[in-house]
């Protein structure tokens, strides 16, 4: 990866809540509780999620930095927002889990040499991982999941309509 | 431990943000970057490291929580100081990531069971690790952490011998691994 494509997803990382936040601008009560079909995640549930997964990545990325090949476990998200309940818990403040993950994370990445990039550790279920494959995991997963929110949104209307 | 003993420490846990907050708070960018020794951590370096502390610390109660039996690697707060470069970070971003993983982190230690409580990893360095081991620790983490931070301002004044160790916590029970 070359410094300036590295440079367009750390570009892309930093935007990602600005993103999210703008995908939930004006949802209602109930769309936000919607699903759009048994499985899929309601966008509480996708918020929840960005919580966790990014505050877990910015753990996995200081982990890459600081030990010599760590084990990265791998987590399954359906199990988690099962059981920490993603569909009945307050918003806000996963909101903010996920604005503050990011903006801490983004202060390292920032910072980070030629040889901070190649380092890496080995994910359970993925194999070798290094912090570039982190920076490619991680760039588009707010935007990623802004769209799956827009998606929602949009079946909602159809269905309402 | 009891319930009413959980209650406490957990209503602690949620305390620690703004402890942390009270210390820091109306502190010029001199005082928080004095040390009073080259070694010894200054109070940005406490506030990134509660940072990271208490980011690592939730992802290891969710993995307590979801995993059987997790391997909990350590976390050489050391290391990380240095490496992460705690002293010329801006420290709003930290002391947002406290309050928000704190929020999160209650919200789910308020619907635990008494099974859940009992759920037990493996840490690299200190062995079985336990709900209620991880409970003690993170309820009195950043209340430490606060403590430590107005002992600077009072050490860098004069008013005070700065604290022994450069984290604070040499031989302490709550050193960070």
Same mark, same amino acid.
């Given at each position: 990866m070359t410094p300036a494509e590295r440079q367009a997803l750390i570009a892309q990382y930093k935007a990602g809540y600005d993103e999210v936040v703008r995908s939930l601008a004006g949802i209602g009560p109930d769309e936000r509780d919607w699903? /759009?079909? /048994?499985g899929e995640w309601s966008a509480r549930e996708v918020v929840h999620h960005l919580a966790d997964s990014e505050t877990i990545s910015g753990v996995r990325l200081r982990r890459l930095l600081i030990e010599d090949n760590p084990v990265i476990q791998g987590y399954d998200e359906a199990e988690y927002a099962r059981h920490f309940r993603y569909q009945d818990r307050p918003w806000e403040p996963a909101l903010r889990a996920f604005e503050a993950a990011r903006s801490t994370t983004a202060q390292l990445l920032e910072s980070m040499t030629d040889k901070d990039w190649q380092r890496r550790g080995t994910h359970t279920e993925s194999g070798p991982y290094s912090a570039e494959a982190w920076l490619r995991i991680y760039a588009d997963h707010g935007h990623v999941h802004a769209n799956q929110i827009r998606d929602n949104r949009a079946a909602w209307a159809a269905r309402a309509r | 431990m009891t319930d009413s003993e959980r209650i406490a420490l957990i209503a602690r846990y949620r305390s620690g943000y703004r402890a942390l907050l009270d210390a820091v708070a109306g502190h010029t960018a001199d005082a928080l970057d004095w040390r009073p020794s080259p070694e010894a951590w200054s109070v940005r370096d406490v506030v990134h490291h509660v940072a990271d502390a208490e980011l690592t610390g939730a992802v290891r109660l969710r993995r307590l929580l979801t995993e059987d039996g997790p391997f909990l690697p350590a976390f050489d707060e050391e290391v990380y100081r240095q490496r992460l470069g705690y002293a010329v970070r801006p420290i709003e971003p930290a002391l947002d990531g406290v309050r928000a993983v704190h929020a999160t982190t209650a919200e789910l230690l308020d619907g635990l069971t008494a099974s859940d409580w009992a759920r037990a990893g493996t840490h690299s360095e200190e062995g079985a690790y336990s709900l209620e081991r991880w409970l003690e620790f993170h309820a009195a983490h950043t209340h430490e952490h606060a403590a430590q931070i107005r002992q600077l301002h009072l050490a860098r004044r004069g008013q005070a011998a700065p604290p022994p160790h450069p984290s604070g916590f040499a031989g302490a029970p709550a050193r960070d691994r």
């Open positions: 699903r /759009p079909a /048994p | -």
